[in-house]
Structure formats: C-alpha cells, structure tokens
C-alpha cells in the first residue's frame, strides 16, 4: 500500500502562485509515475501532470506555461508550481502515485483562485 499525502492547497488571487507538494509513504518502492490531477465542481477529474521517474513530464493544455512539475526521487516527493493562477485553475487537487501492478490516490487539497 501507499499512500500519497499532499500539503500546500489554499486561496489566491488570480495570477498568484501555489506550490503544491505531495509525499509518497508507505510501500514505495517501484513507484513509475507521480502526477496531480484535479476535479472541479461538476467536472470530471482530469489530469494537470505527470512525471516518470527518470523526469519525463506531460501537462494538460490548459496549464502549459504555467505550471511546473517535479519529482524527488530519494524522498518520494512530487511538487506542483502553479503560477499565473486563473479562477478556473479552482478545483480539488490530487496526487497520483502509479506502481506497476497499481495505483493510489490522495485525499485531496483544495486550490481555490479569486478573480
């Protein structure tokens, strides 16, 4: 089992900046992938970003530009760099933790960004 734990969510006025950190625990070894998706109210979940672990990134159009994902691997750490925050950016964030033979989610931290 792993349980990815996230930290940083909050409020912001739009073109702030967020970071957001997201520690793997537990069961850790084999972990692949480390990435944040997030779901809005009314939306489905979608992804924002993804890193391997030997750096490989993709991010949603929506946020190329703006965010920067990275990955520490000694510590199983992902962070998340939200700058030129926009409203829409507003959702719940969750880190995803991907083994070979599995997946876990975290509980979830709320990005909320006022116009």
């Known amino acids: 089992q792993v349980q990815p734990v996230e930290f940083g969510g909050g409020l912001v006025q739009a073109g702030g900046s967020l970071r957001l950190s997201c520690a793997a625990r537990g069961s850790i070894s084999s972990i692949n992938v480390m990435g944040w998706y997030r779901q809005a109210p009314g939306k489905q979940r979608e992804l924002v970003a993804d890193i391997t672990g030997g750096g490989s990134t993709d991010y949603a159009d929506s946020v190329k530009g703006r965010f920067i994902i990275s990955r520490d691997n000694a510590k199983n750490m992902v962070y998340l760099q939200m700058n030129s925050l926009k409203p829409e950016d507003t959702a719940v964030y969750y880190c995803?933790?991907?083994?070979?033979?599995?997946?876990?989610w975290g509980q979830g931290t709320q990005v909320t960004v006022s116009s």
């Open positions: 995803n933790v991907v083994r070979p033979r599995d997946d876990y």
